[in-house]
């Protein structure tokens, strides 16, 4: 297995002696995969570490470099960054000879529009956002909503205080969606739950996605409110709401990643129930692989219960003992791929 060159990148003053830069004393962005097929994917806000989005993303190259043989780069953001400064690292790893440059992140949709049209032999995957399109991007996106819907029935059964919470990093059209599966889900599993919304931040600030104590103080909120299960959409911010529910004795629902089997999460895993995941991880796997192959994926590549590209983990065992949670989150499992159930998209 080859080993993953991580970059850090600060801004685009300094963006040249970044990407010469390594984590652990590993090879340059230059000489990485220079004897092989190389991919690259910059972080979303919170960079690798997340226990969360980036995480996932990270895995799918972790994995390619272990079955395909691929030589993988990492680009982490910058605190406060500019769309300029993604227009540079996005630049310098499609200069340094990987395709595809995956950008993780709707907020890479700016960047990718400007970059991809001057690197046309190379592939530009960008995840979450389908508004940038062109011959060589892939617009990897999913079905959100559908899997927050399932963690809305899974909150309603298991909540003893009528009263759950749904916390969102940064208001935006994307989180969005989680929030309206979320309260769908449920107010259709029993009416008389109150839901309790928050955001932590509003754009163009968006540091409800990295700082934990942001979510930590809302979750704090929300239990002081009588939630006794809360679901945070909240990137790195939502650690500290899980910390928070976790030392009052209250459930958690995780996002993204199985937050349950995350080793930054350890000590708060019984308070863990379940999970709403996507599946980037193979997201990410799946388009370096149609690359390698000489088929790349491009235009819309959408993930959604159907194709168990959104769900709910089963790594706790305490989730898993509830029988009559499992078996109603089953039957609305069902009934969203039949087309029984439709779910929205905005609150």
Do not use: H
Not at 85 to 101: H, W
Not at 121 to 131: C, N, P, R, W
């Amino acid at each position: 297995m080859r080993r993953i060159t991580r970059i850090a990148t600060v801004g685009v003053a300094s963006a040249a002696l970044a990407l010469s830069a390594t984590a652990c004393g590993g090879k340059t962005s230059s000489d990485a995969g220079s004897d092989g097929d190389k991919a690259a994917i910059a972080y979303d806000i919170g960079g690798r570490g997340d226990q969360s989005f980036n995480d996932a993303a990270y895995a799918g190259l972790a994995k390619a470099e272990k079955d395909l043989d691929v030589n993988g780069s990492e680009a982490e953001p910058s605190d406060g960054e500019s769309d300029a400064d993604k227009v540079q690292r996005l630049t310098e790893l499609a200069r340094a000879g990987n395709n595809p440059v995956i950008g993780v992140g709707f907020a890479y949709a700016p960047a990718i529009k400007k970059v991809a049209p001057k690197f046309p032999k190379t592939t530009f995957g960008i995840i979450d956002d389908a508004s940038v399109t062109g011959k060589n991007i892939a617009n990897i996106v999913f079905n959100e909503e559908q899997g927050s819907y399932l963690a809305g029935v899974a909150a309603a059964k298991v909540t003893k205080t009528k009263t759950v919470g749904f916390i969102g990093g940064v208001e935006t059209p994307l989180i969005k969606k989680f929030e309206a599966g979320y309260i769908q889900g449920v107010k259709d599993t029993d009416p008389s739950v109150n839901v309790l919304p928050q955001y932590l931040t509003q754009p163009p600030n968006f540091d409800g996605f990295s700082k934990p104590d942001l979510g930590k103080a809302a979750a704090q909120g929300q239990l002081d409110k009588k939630a006794d299960v809360i679901y945070s959409a909240a990137g790195l911010a939502g650690s500290g709401a899980i910390e928070a529910a976790s030392k009052a004795g209250k459930w958690n629902i995780g996002v993204d990643s199985d937050q349950y089997n995350q080793a930054g999460l350890a000590n708060y895993k019984e308070s863990i129930l379940t999970s709403v995941t996507k599946d980037v991880e193979d997201s990410v796997f799946n388009l370096i692989k149609s690359v390698q192959d000489g088929k790349p994926q491009t235009g819309e590549i959408r993930y959604g219960l159907d194709k168990d590209g959104v769900g709910l983990s089963m790594s706790n065992p305490a989730f898993t003992e509830m029988k009559d949670v499992i078996a109603a989150v089953d039957k609305a499992k069902q009934e969203i791929i039949d087309g029984k159930i439709t779910v929205k998209t905005a609150p």
